[in-house]
């Protein structure tokens, strides 16, 4: 797993007075728990672009004044209006105990239903998985070469050791559909198909009523 590290400065008074003014110099409040004791703290916002706004996910080595320390994001809170970062959460990975991230899904290859005229679905871009920290993935690899029309692979028929996903099983990742296409142009055969084997059936159905008594 990819490590971001993170440079804060501690904050000598929390509540809302200071965190609008630290805003207004381009610093995110933020606040570390999870460990012995609480600890907020402030991070430039330009800092920010490698652990939210990129597809990745990674762990979060927090520097304040020396003390590091290795942690997730938890939460992030954005503005109601201009979404920008307004507020930072980060749980401390602590030795032993499990963690919960949501990891994002790679696809991998062209399935052999999508060659044969298929629409893919990829539905769940994200997993949230529980594991180790030393156990917990960059993302879920899934190839889908082999996937045909009508199947799917769901939450259940991912396996990956250590690590236990939190979605519903029976959930589908990616699936591959028939497409509207493909669809049309199989009604008309199943169409002309229906009549010739109605009539393939009545010489059998003929056969099989008792003669009529004279």
Do not use: W
Request: aromatic content about 4%; some cysteine.
């Amino acid at each position: 797993m990819k490590v971001v590290t993170l440079s804060g400065s501690p904050r000598a008074n929390v509540g809302k007075v200071n965190a609008t003014e630290l805003r207004k110099t381009g610093k995110i409040p933020c606040v570390l728990y999870g460990g012995k004791e609480q600890m907020h703290f402030s991070a430039d916002e330009r800092d920010f672009k490698h652990i939210i706004y990129t597809p990745e996910v990674c762990f979060v080595e927090i520097d304040v004044n020396g003390k590091k320390t290795k942690a997730i994001l938890q939460e992030a809170q954005y503005h109601r209006i201009t979404d920008k970062l307004i507020h930072a959460d980060f749980l401390e990975i602590t030795e032993g105990k499990h963690v919960v991230m949501n990891i994002p899904v790679k696809l991998h290859g062209q399935s052999e239903g999508v060659k044969a005229g298929g629409k893919l679905n990829f539905k769940q871009r994200m997993l949230k998985a529980k594991a180790m920290a030393n156990k917990m993935p960059r993302q879920v690899d899934l190839n889908i070469e082999t996937l045909t029309v009508g199947k799917s692979i769901a939450v259940g028929d991912i396996k990956i050791d250590g690590v236990e996903f939190l979605n519903p099983k029976n959930i589908s990742v990616v699936s591959v559909n028939m497409s509207r296409n493909v669809a049309e142009e199989a009604a008309p055969a199943a169409a002309a198909a229906a009549p010739a084997a109605a009539a393939a059936a009545k010489p059998a159905d003929a056969a099989a009523k008792p003669a009529a008594k004279k």
